[in-house]
C-alpha cells in the first residue's frame, strides 16, 4: 500500500525540469508585456498630437499594431510550451480497483486488489530526455522571441519610411507654393510689361510656367493624401483622419558610434540571425534528443490483494524501432545543417546590406553638405542677378524662368537628400537590431531585447 501510495504521490507532485536559461527568457516576456496584455476594450491610446513627429507615431504604432502583437503572444506560447514538454513525471498516475466475489470464507480486505502505476500508453521518459526536451523548447522560445523583436523592428522601419514620405512630400508642396508664388508675381510684371508695350510672349511664358506649377502642386497634394492615408493605416487609424506633420523637415538624427564602430558590430544583434542562431542551437539539441530515444522508458507500477500479496515490478519500453529512430536522428542533424547554411548565408547577406546602407547614408549627408554651402547659395545668387537683370532689360524672361526653376531644383534636391539620409538611417536600425541611441553599444548578457515598445 505504501509503494502505490508513493507512486500516486509521484504522479500527483509533477515539476518541471526547466532548463537553464528559461527565468531569464521569462523576465524578457514580462519586460515587453504590459502594452499587450491589456484587453484592447481596456486600452487607453494616448492622443496623437498635432503637429505629430516620429517619435509619437512610431509610439502610436507600437501600441496598436496587430502583427507586433501576434509576435507577442506567439513569443508566449512558445515560453510556455516549456511546461508541456519539460514536465516529470511525464504520465498520468492509473490505479485499478478489483474484487473477488468467492463463496469461500475469505476475508473481505483478502479478496480486494488495488494496483496503481504509471499510464502505459504514454511511456514514463527518463529525466534526462525531458531535460533534454526542454532545452529544444527554450530555444524554440528564444527564436519566437527574437522573432517578436524582428516584428517590432520592420514595423519601425516601415512606419518611419512612411513618415519620411509624407514629410517629404510636404515639404515638396511649400517649395511649390513659394515657387508658385513668384510666378505669380511675375506673370503680374509681364502682364504689366505687356500693357505697356513689352513682349506678350513673356506673359504667356509665366502663364504657362504658373498653371504647370499649380498642377504640380495638385499632383503632390494628392500623393500627400495617399501617403496620409497609409500611415494612418500603420497607425491604426481611419485613413481619412487628420493627421499634421511638423512645418518643416525632421531633424537629422545624430549617429555617436563612427564607421569602424558601426561596421564592427553591424548585424551583432540583428533579430534575425538572432533567431537563426537560437534555431541552430534548438536543432543541436533536437539531435541530442533523437539519440537518447536509443534509451529505454520504464513503467513502474505497484499492487496489493488485501493482506495476501503486495507486487512491484516494471515495464521496459525497449527501443526497437531502430531504423525510424536512426531516421529521427540523420533528419536532426540534416536541419542542423540546413539552418547553420541559412544563418551563415544570411549573415552575410545583412552584412553586405548594412555596409551598402551606411555608405549610402553618408554620401546622402554629404550630399546635403555641398547643396547647403556650395549650391544652395549659388543659385540664390544666380536667381537674385537674374531679376535685377531682367528688371534692367538685361537678360529674357526665359533666362528668368530658367533661373528660378534651378533653384526649385536644387531645394528639392537638398530636400530629397536630408530624407534619404533618414531612409538609410532607418534601414541601418533595422539591419543592426537597435535604436540609433544605442547603435554601436553591444548587447549585454541577459539584457532585455532592445526597443520593446513602451507601455501606455
Excluded at 510636404?170 to 505697356?196: C, F, G, P, W
Excluded at 504647370?212 to 495617399?226: D, G, I, K
Excluded at 528639392?412 to 547603435?439: C, F, H, W
Amino acid at each position: 500500500m505504501a509503494t502505490i501510495s508513493m507512486l500516486m504521490l509521484l504522479g500527483l507532485s509533477s515539476c518541471v525540469l526547466a532548463p537553464q536559461g528559461t527565468t531569464e527568457e521569462q523576465a524578457n516576456l514580462n519586460e515587453a508585456a504590459p502594452p499587450f496584455e491589456a484587453p484592447p476594450d481596456l486600452r487607453q491610446l494616448p492622443p496623437l498630437p498635432a503637429p505629430a513627429d516620429w517619435r509619437d507615431v512610431l509610439r502610436r504604432a507600437f501600441l496598436t499594431n496587430g502583427e507586433v502583437k501576434s509576435a507577442y503572444f506567439e513569443w508566449k506560447a512558445a515560453l510556455a510550451d516549456i511546461n508541456v514538454v519539460a514536465t516529470w513525471p511525464n504520465s498520468n498516475v492509473a490505479v485499478s480497483f478489483s474484487y473477488l466475489f468467492s463463496a469461500g470464507n475469505v476475508k473481505s480486505w483478502d479478496r480486494t486488489s488495488i494496483s496503481g502505476g504509471f499510464d502505459p500508453s504514454v511511456p514514463l521518459r527518463l529525466p534526462v530526455k525531458v531535460q533534454a526536451a526542454g532545452k529544444v523548447a527554450l530555444e524554440t522560445a528564444r527564436e519566437a522571441g527574437e522573432r517578436f523583436r524582428a516584428a517590432k523592428f520592420d514595423i519601425q522601419r516601415r512606419v518611419l519610411l512612411a513618415y519620411l514620405d509624407l514629410a517629404l512630400t510636404e515639404e515638396k508642396i511649400r517649395i511649390e507654393r513659394d515657387n508658385l508664388a513668384v510666378l505669380k508675381l511675375l506673370a503680374d510684371s509681364a502682364a504689366y510689361r505687356a500693357q505697356t508695350g513689352g513682349p506678350l510672349q513673356d506673359l504667356l511664358k509665366a502663364q504657362i510656367a504658373a498653371q504647370l506649377a499649380r498642377n504640380e502642386l495638385s499632383n503632390l497634394e494628392a500623393s500627400a493624401a495617399s501617403e496620409r492615408g497609409a500611415l494612418n493605416g500603420l497607425l491604426a487609424r481611419d485613413g481619412t483622419a487628420p493627421l499634421e506633420l511638423p512645418p518643416t523637415l525632421p531633424a537629422p538624427r545624430p549617429v555617436a558610434a563612427d564607421d569602424a564602430r558601426l561596421l564592427a558590430v553591424a548585424v551583432d544583434q540583428n533579430p534575425e540571425l538572432a533567431g537563426l542562431a537560437h534555431q541552430v542551437t534548438g536543432r543541436k539539441d533536437a539531435l541530442e534528443l533523437a539519440r537518447l530515444a536509443y534509451l529505454p522508458d520504464i513503467i513502474p507500477s505497484a499492487g496489493i490483494t488485501g493482506s495476501i500479496s503486495q507486487a512491484l515490478g516494471a515495464m521496459i519500453m525497449l527501443p526497437t524501432t531502430l531504423p525510424a529512430i536512426r531516421g529521427a536522428i540523420d533528419e536532426a542533424a540534416a536541419l542542423q545543417r540546413s539552418s547553420e547554411a541559412v544563418a551563415r548565408q544570411t549573415r552575410r547577406d545583412r552584412a553586405a546590406s548594412f555596409v551598402a546602407d551606411l555608405y549610402l547614408m553618408r554620401n546622402a549627408e554629404r550630399q546635403t553638405e555641398f547643396y547647403r554651402q556650395t549650391v544652395v547659395p549659388a543659385t540664390r545668387q544666380l536667381l537674385t542677378t537674374s531679376r535685377q537683370e531682367y528688371a534692367a532689360g538685361a537678360v529674357t524672361f526665359a533666362d528668368l524662368i530658367d533661373s528660378e526653376r534651378t533653384y526649385i531644383s536644387v531645394r528639392l534636391m537638398v530636400a530629397e537628400s536630408r530624407i534619404d539620409r533618414e531612409r538609410r538611417l532607418a534601414e541601418l536600425e533595422a539591419l543592426a537590431g537597435v535604436d540609433i541611441e544605442m547603435l554601436g553599444q553591444p548587447r549585454l548578457p541577459g539584457m532585455p531585447p532592445a526597443s520593446t515598445p513602451p507601455s501606455p
